[in-house]
């Protein structure tokens, strides 16, 4: 069975702070991976979307790593403000297919940013 | 948020009531999902669309039956509500052609409890 598992599943820091989250993977074929924040009563918002050949996908302070041979990414924030706080998603597609793109959700990294 | 609502925003009901939730695009994407969310579990694919009157049962269909008769609007439906249908449930629409631009974009969520 398909399966994305994170860590941690919960990670409090200092507001300032870097951090570094992981997702490891056992998806194959493997299309794409995505990274997704979640705040607190709201739907996933997409940060980064990486192809099986890229290995690294920067958006502002966030940072995406993939190494498709070990089948392991990493989300990488630099900086942390309070408005990180949220639930970090680790998803994975397999090949895009005529009948939708049935996606594998992780669990999730719960991260909060303190003062 | 590419255009998508969802109603009801939050409901409670009783179990073995109908319940119907509504998803509402307005940017005309083939592509429609209805997901649940529960602690300890990433996102799970209940059913999805890929047109009109066209629908195929996810990973958690047991329960739930769907119906799109207008490209706009994606319906699930809990013929008879149980207590482990309590969630959030996730309205998602695919946009993009190819497999680095393909993505899901979501909805605010519905929580729904069934007492």
């Known amino acids: 069975k398909n399966q994305v598992e994170q860590s941690p599943q919960s990670l409090i820091i200092l507001e300032g702070k870097n951090c570094t989250l992981q997702?490891?993977?056992?998806?194959?074929?493997?299309?794409?991976l995505r990274w997704y924040k979640q705040d607190t009563g709201r739907g996933p918002v997409s940060l980064t979307i990486m192809t099986f050949s890229e290995n690294t996908k920067s958006n502002g302070r966030y940072t995406a790593t993939l190494d498709a041979d070990t089948k392991q990414s990493s989300l990488h924030i630099t900086a942390s403000q309070l408005s990180d706080s949220a639930s970090y998603i680790c998803v994975v597609s397999p090949i895009l297919t005529g009948g939708g793109n049935k996606l594998t959700f992780g669990t999730g990294t719960q991260l909060k940013v303190e003062l | 948020d590419a255009g998508i609502t969802q109603s009801p925003r939050h409901k409670v009901t009783e179990t073995g009531t109908p319940v119907t939730l509504r998803c509402h695009q307005t940017?005309?994407?083939?592509?429609m999902y209805w997901y649940r969310q529960d602690p300890g579990h990433g996102l799970r694919l209940i059913h999805y669309?890929?047109?009109?009157?066209?629908?195929d049962k996810g990973e958690v269909s047991d329960g739930y039956s769907v119906s799109r008769s207008k490209t706009e609007d994606f319906l699930l439906t809990l013929e008879s509500a149980t207590s482990s249908q309590t969630s959030v449930y996730f309205c998602a629409i695919g946009r993009g052609q190819s497999q680095t631009t393909y993505e899901q974009y979501f909805g605010p969520g519905t929580r729904l409890t069934v007492t």
């Open positions: 997702c490891n993977y056992t998806v194959s074929p493997f299309s794409n």
């Open positions: 669309s890929y047109g009109v009157k066209d629908t």
């Open positions: 940017e005309n994407h083939r592509y």
